[in-house]
């Protein structure tokens, strides 16, 4: 038994971890998945200090890991896509998501805003400088290192009018922990994150990672992914 180690953005964590028991049945070899934001998933490749066989990154940052040679030329496979939303503490008043104007509302009524410091809370910093509201969201803005950090700091919270952001997929990821989707972003602002997989230049697995980035684009894998909200 060989055991794939994979570094991946947290988008797709869901998904990613039942692809993954499926493939040990099937394949009968290990697979270790760790998740963080793109910043760290940047640092930890350029660094090449960690022993990670493949990396599943937002599709700019692989095509970067390409072009550098930082991953193994032709490996590269499109995993899915995962739209940005708007998340709350369960319990409290949803906010109005309906179009770009009804969220601009509320975000200067709301008394707090939370989003993380990976991709998705990088988009939503570009998103409220567009919608003009870059300057009243930033004395109420709290950033965390992940999505994770985000949707337990709402669950805890006792803020009244606070509205959080990140990726669908993470927000449906902990709806039993004391969060609730909104929904996804309005149509004229909303973002969506391709994430694709690639083989690490230094992988000790090449055939079993390139094995696996197989697997993980086939139909049965697609059809799991897409169960979790990856599209």
Do not use: W
């Amino acid at each position: 038994m060989s055991e794939l180690k994979v570094l991946s953005g947290g988008a797709i964590q869901k998904g990613l971890e039942d692809v993954a028991r499926l493939f040990e049945k099937k394949a009968g070899h290990l697979v270790t998945l760790t998740f963080a934001t793109a910043p760290v998933l940047r640092r930890t490749v350029e660094k090449g200090a960690a022993p990670f066989d493949i990396v599943i990154a937002p599709v700019p940052l692989a095509e970067n890991f390409a072009q550098r040679g930082l991953v193994v030329g032709g490996t590269s496979a499109v995993v899915g896509s995962v739209k940005a939303g708007v998340v709350v503490r369960a319990g409290v008043r949803a906010p109005d998501i309906s179009s770009a104007e009804a969220l601009r509302k509320e975000i200067l009524a709301s008394q707090s805003l939370v989003f993380n410091e990976g991709s998705s809370g990088i988009y939503v910093e570009e998103m409220l400088q567009k919608m003009g509201v870059a300057a009243e969201a930033k004395a109420k803005t709290t950033r965390l290192p992940n999505a994770e950090a985000v949707m337990m700091h709402l669950a805890r919270s006792k803020t009244a009018k606070e509205i959080g952001f990140g990726q669908v997929t993470a927000i449906r990821l902990h709806a039993d922990r004391g969060v609730k989707l909104v929904g996804s972003l309005p149509p004229e602002i909303g973002n969506t994150t391709t994430y694709a997989a690639a083989a690490l230049a230094e992988t000790r697995v090449p055939e079993l990672a390139e094995r696996f980035i197989r697997f993980l684009i086939a139909p049965v894998a697609r059809e799991i992914l897409r169960a979790t909200g990856v599209e």
